[in-house]
């Protein structure tokens, strides 16, 4: 392994994590395990060599980002998205690659039976070498040794219509068809508005969460604010304005490509939530601007941010100072039942820049 690995700056902030989140044992051990198959070769990468990158997780091309997660039912977990194999690999044998990579990994965490969602998923990232994204992997575990794998698939390429007809396959191939049933009410709202780039799905979850992230063809404000109030009802106001309150701005006066809309709900259909994920690249100008931000919004939605302060120790005691270029995203949700989440996802540092405080 080069010293200079992101693997290097990853794995001790890992171990803090998992000790934190009280894996332990075997336990432990499996987890280890999920993440050598998950990162063996990708973690090898230094954003400073010439030649093709990966995608973007992270504006550099580094396949990795922490993630922490603040809500009702949030306990503590390690939580990562990560991708599989070599940028120096054509796409289509690295998508091939993450497919025999999770078929272990659901064997490790003992979910064998879902090697044939994971194929759907495959089918709809591209199918030639012209792009550099194809599969992401998301994992989470905690104490209860409950893991979660949440597979990602890129459905940004091509024109709008393809995109909109492969979600349709998967969804069948997938007998998701209650997940489409509860988005047809949106189609008027989104397909104008909004082009299919993602779509992901939970594991183990039986029927499986799917979920559908979509980018702004343009402007996207009023379908925003429509959208939540499709989904969450009269609560729309208030959550929108919690959000708002909590940026301190008005989503109006933010980037036409600050937000990635998404929404999630069962494969059998049912209520379904709605999420904003913020370009913390987009927010912040200052290493003081995300613990404000992720304070404000805490206050604004009734939640908790502990288990933010715990991750910036977990990163080496960066109290409020986190590096504003850190953080990728920060993401807020809520259903028709009030339930409010906010997710922040952190990159690593430059690997000759390990976390921690700067020196006082």
């Known amino acids: 392994m080069r010293c200079g ?38 973690l090898e990468f230094n954003s400073t060599d010439a030649g093709r990158r990966f995608s973007g997780i992270c504006r550099d091309g580094t396949p990795w980002q922490f993630c922490v997660t603040m809500g009702a039912k949030s306990v503590p977990a390690v939580r990562f998205l990560t991708e599989v194999g070599s940028p120096a690999t054509p ?24 090697l044939a969602a994971t194929q759907v998923l495959a089918g709809l990232s591209p199918a030639d070498d012209d792009h550099i994204a194809g599969l992401w992997v998301g994992f989470a575990m905690d104490g209860t040794a409950r893991p979660r794998l949440r597979l990602y698939a890129n459905n940004g390429w091509g024109d709008s219509n393809a995109r909109w007809l492969r979600l349709i396959s998967a969804l069948r191939q997938l007998n998701a068809g209650g997940f489409g049933a509860s988005l047809q009410p949106l189609l008027g ?6 082009s299919p780039a993602g779509f992901a799905i939970t594991m183990p979850t039986s029927p499986p969460l799917c979920k559908l992230y979509l980018r702004p063809l343009g402007s996207p404000w009023s379908a925003v604010r429509a959208v939540a109030h ?60 995300p613990a ?15 288990p933010y302060h715990a991750m910036c120790e977990d990163l080496g005691g960066f109290g409020t100072q986190m590096p504003h270029e850190l953080v990728a995203f920060i993401g807020v949700g809520a259903n028709a039942s009030a339930e409010n989440r906010m997710n922040v996802y952190l990159t690593p540092p430059a690997v000759d820049k390990p976390f921690g405080p700067p020196p006082r």
């Open 292 to 306: 404000r931000a992720v304070e404000r919004l805490g206050r604004s939605l009734g939640l908790d941010t502990a």
């Open 5 to 42: 690995s992101t693997q290097a700056a990853v794995r001790p902030i890992l171990e803090r994590m998992a000790a934190r989140a009280g894996i332990i044992g075997e336990e432990a051990h499996r987890f280890w395990k999920v993440f050598d198959l998950l990162t063996r070769e990708s």
């Open 189 to 194: 709202l989104l397909v104008p508005a909004f």
């Open 91 to 114: 796409l289509t044998l690295r998508t091939e690659l993450t497919v025999a990579r999770i078929t272990e990994v659901l064997e490790v965490a003992g979910m064998p039976d879902r």
């Open 230 to 289: 499709a989904v969450l009802g009269p609560g729309s106001g208030a959550f929108i304005a919690a959000i708002e309150d909590g940026l301190e701005r008005p989503l109006e006066t933010l980037p036409e490509r600050a937000v990635i809309l998404s929404t999630a709900g069962s494969a059998a259909g049912g209520p379904i939530d709605v999420k904003l994920d913020f370009c913390g690249h987009c927010l912040f100008e200052e290493d003081g601007g």
